[in-house]
């Protein structure tokens, strides 16, 4: 693989791993500070989807730390332990956010239902599009390849870009709306609503750092195939 890629990917690797380092200090720390609400992650789930008019999704626990997701297809907001059983601020944010995308899904947000599109095509894209790529460059190094293969595998990877750059305004607005609800509702104080915001903001910060990253690899690979296209 060209050095410049190898570069590119160290980078966006080594940025990406400072992130999730703040993200998991910010979220431990924050942990720590109960709500004065005294809710669990859990309670604070199923207040906001009620609250929001959601009466068919189940707020469930799953195995790991911060996997949290809202999963679309079973309707179920699914909480690690830390957060389903947790009574802080680190918990009821998480819950928040991820009740945010159940808000989404029932107010059928235009770039959710986009990317929710896109999810069988990335599917796809993400397990063949560096193979592909890595066949099309190593064709080239053995001066027995065309441009085609290498296209081919572009392709496939710009699809996954896309679907991290439409993942930005996704967990944005998860974000967005789980802090007015939980400033609305009371279940943050101001000092800890700043404090739940922060560990969001952080949160946010892998997705950022993701689509960074594989825009600049894209950039990277349609750049070696103009070259190679020329040749």
């Known amino acids: 693989m060209p050095l410049d890629i190898l570069f590119v990917s160290l980078i966006f690797m080594v940025l990406?791993?400072?992130?999730?380092?703040?993200?998991?200090?910010?979220?431990?720390?924050?942990?720590?500070?109960?709500?004065?609400?005294?809710?669990?992650?859990?309670?604070?789930?199923?207040?906001?989807?009620?609250?929001?008019g959601i009466y068919d999704v189940?707020?469930?626990?799953?195995?790991?730390?911060?996997?949290?997701?809202?999963?679309?297809?079973?309707?179920?907001?699914?909480?690690?332990p830390d957060v389903y059983e947790g009574r802080n601020i680190s918990a009821s944010a998480v819950a928040a956010h991820e009740c945010g995308h159940a808000v989404q899904h029932a107010a059928a947000y235009s770039m959710l239902t986009l990317r929710s599109a896109l999810v069988p095509m990335v599917q796809i894209s993400s397990n063949l599009a560096q193979w592909i790529i890595?066949?099309?460059l190593g064709l080239f190094s053995f001066g027995g390849g065309n441009a085609t293969v290498l296209l081919i595998g572009i392709i496939l990877f710009a699809v996954s870009t896309l679907f991290?750059?439409?993942?930005?305004?996704?967990?944005?607005?998860?974000?967005e709306r789980a802090l007015k609800w939980l400033n609305g509702s009371h279940i943050t104080s101001r000092e800890e609503q700043e404090k739940a915001k922060d560990a969001l903001k952080w949160a946010a910060l892998t997705y950022v750092v993701a689509a960074l990253a594989s825009i600049a690899l894209l950039i990277q690979y349609?750049?070696?195939?103009?070259g190679r296209s020329r040749d």
């Open 16 to 52: 990406g791993m400072i992130v999730q380092f703040r993200l998991k200090s910010k979220f431990a720390a924050y942990s720590k500070i109960a709500t004065s609400s005294g809710l669990s992650g859990k309670e604070v789930a199923e207040k906001m989807l009620h609250d929001n």
């Open 58 to 80: 189940n707020v469930v626990s799953v195995p790991g730390f911060l996997s949290d997701h809202y999963d679309p297809s079973k309707k179920t907001v699914n909480l690690s």
């Open 222 to 226: 349609v750049l070696i195939y103009q």
């Open 164 to 175: 991290s750059v439409i993942t930005l305004p996704v967990e944005f607005d998860a974000s």
């Open 134 to 136: 890595l066949i099309g």
